[in-house]
């Protein structure tokens, strides 16, 4: 779906297996910049390279002008097609030093981030060839480029992306989706980061993997649902968590959903935070 002059959205379903043997259904949004060649903000899963490519094809561009992939982060379904891509159109990977050994050694990540069905869903290593800092400029061609945010929380190599002069915000998994199951690492630095997107000025477009476009103005008002969510959980997690994680559950509005190690993971970082200092 092309969302402006240059980006187009892919919406790449997959499924996860539960610790019972429940299917999760799931999705990421990939993005397509296109510029003088094209480039790739973050994979999908593996096999997702089909997709994407028949996109690219039937948007009028050949999939072997893909000259660079950008990984918001390390995640495996960011980057699980990541390797066929490059192996098949020999494109540079791009991506925050923290989140290379991820990228390159996902058997660590398996090891570190244990998530059901992980093999399914990584198509292995990948060299990363370019290694982001924040403040850092990626130049498309002469008028596009893209400005480097490192915005970790989620993960500790998050970045978010600011494509100029269109000013479209690509966030990667950087905000919790509201109403969703909560996945990150450091509560700290998941409003931390929060707060450095909302003081990007003018976002004309927001693009979060895990939701639709957000527009203009409309941005930083999702912005602010963000940092409040994080509060509510915050506030459950203080009030609940001696009672039941399952409480704590129903208290954000998930009542009934598994709670797996990721998600376990994500509450538990609330109980070594003061919320109120930050």
Request: hydrophobic share 40%; proline share 4%; with cysteine.
């Amino acid at each position: 779906m092309q969302l402006t002059r240059h980006v187009h959205a892919i919406k790449i379903p997959f499924t996860l297996m539960g610790n019972s043997g429940e299917r999760i259904e799931r999705y990421v949004h990939s993005y397509l910049i296109y510029s003088r060649d094209v480039c790739l903000v973050d994979c999908g899963v593996a096999g997702s390279e089909k997709i994407i490519f028949d996109h690219i094809k039937a948007t009028g561009r050949d999939p072997n002008e893909i000259s660079l992939i950008v990984q918001t982060h390390s995640h495996a379904d960011h980057t699980g097609s990541t390797p066929a891509i490059k192996e098949l159109t020999g494109c540079k990977v791009a991506a925050h030093r923290e989140a290379v050994e991820w990228i390159e050694h996902p058997d660590i990540q398996a090891k570190l981030r244990p998530v059901p069905g992980f093999e399914n869903i990584t198509g292995g290593s990948v060299k990363v060839d370019d290694i982001l800092e924040d403040g850092d400029l990626i130049e498309l061609d002469d008028v596009l480029s893209l400005k480097v945010m490192h915005t970790p929380g989620h993960s500790r190599g998050s970045i978010s992306l600011m494509l100029l002069p269109d000013n479209v915000l690509f966030t990667g998994d950087a905000l919790p989706l509201v109403g969703d199951i909560p996945i990150y690492e450091d509560v700290e630095q998941v409003l931390s980061s929060l707060r450095r997107i909302k003081d990007v000025d003018n976002i004309e477009t927001l693009l979060s993997s895990w939701d639709d476009p957000v527009k203009g103005e409309d941005a930083y008002s999702y912005i602010d649902g963000c940092i409040e969510h994080i509060h509510c959980i915050h506030e459950a997690v203080v009030e609940f968590s001696s009672v039941s994680w399952e409480k704590v559950m129903d208290e954000i509005g998930l009542e009934g959903v598994a709670i797996n190690p990721l998600v376990l993971r994500s509450l538990e970082a609330h109980l070594n935070t003061d919320i109120e200092l930050l």
